[in-house]
């Protein structure tokens, strides 16, 4: 069955390192892989997309690989700050008309003053 | 632009009850919503699928008889919790796809607390 699995559940950092999640996928070929942020009692922000046919994907802080061979997508935030600190998503949707989302279960990430 | 709006935002009912929420895409026409419920601590897992003027298509285990959905315009959709239980209480999340150039992706409305007594 397909499987998304990101690499923790909670990840602390110190405000201005840079924060590195993971998203590992098993049974699957998406044709897209998207980033999205969720605040506490709210819906989620779409942040990055990256197609199967990219390797990179940057905006502003904010830095996404995908790796198809390996099955994984890093998420990469620099110059941290506490405002940063929110559950991070991915999610991948399948070719096809539907472009339905399958999330995995999120990285709450908490950046330290 | 993209913003997509959920009403009401919380809702307490007693069970056997009915409570519809809405979902509203504001500045745009979505011809495809959906609708997810998400419990404390884990993901959103995906129920079904709307399509405006066509019956939506529902996720397996979720019964359509229980979640009626009606996608009846290109910026509303409605779910509707039919005789609400306990069970039921979860934080239900909307959201529309908007298909640009070089970007097809979902926005998502702020979500629904549903809690039922």
């Known amino acids: 069955s397909q499987k998304i699995e990101q690499n923790s559940e909670a990840l602390n950092i110190q405000e201005g390192k840079t924060a590195t999640l993971t998203c590992n996928y098993t049974?699957?070929?998406?044709?897209?892989l998207q980033w999205y942020r969720q605040d506490p009692g709210r819906g989620p922000v779409f942040l990055l997309l990256?197609?199967?046919?990219?390797k990179e994907k940057r905006k502003e802080r904010l830095k996404v690989t995908f790796d198809t061979t390996l099955k994984q997508s890093l998420f990469h935030i620099t110059a941290s700050q506490p405002a940063d600190s929110a559950t991070y998503l991915c999610?991948?949707?399948?070719?096809?008309?539907?472009?339905?989302?399958?999330f995995g279960s999120g990285t709450q990430l908490t950046v330290l003053p | 632009g993209a913003v997509v709006s959920q009403h009401p935002s919380r809702v307490i009912c007693k069970s056997g009850t009915s409570v519809k929420i809405e979902c509203r895409s504001l500045?745009?026409?979505?011809?495809?919503m959906f609708w997810y419920r998400q419990f404390p601590k884990q993901s959103l897992m995906l129920m079904a699928t709307?399509?405006?003027?066509?019956?939506?298509?529902?996720e397996q285990g979720v019964e359509k008889d229980k979640f009626l959905i009606n996608h009846a315009s290109l910026t509303l959709s409605t779910l509707t919790v039919t005789s609400a239980h306990p069970e039921d209480s979860s934080f239900y999340i909307c959201?529309?796809?908007?298909?640009?150039?070089?970007?097809?992706?979902?926005?998502f409305g702020p979500g629904t607390r549903l809690t039922v007594l």
């Open positions: 500045d745009f026409q979505a011809t495809t």
């Open positions: 990256i197609r199967e046919n990219e």
């Open positions: 959201s529309a796809r908007v298909r640009r150039v070089n970007t097809d992706t979902q926005y």
């Open positions: 049974n699957y070929s998406p044709a897209y």
């Open positions: 999610a991948l949707s399948p070719s096809g008309s539907a472009r339905q989302l399958t």
């Open positions: 709307s399509n405006e003027g066509s019956k939506a298509t529902y």
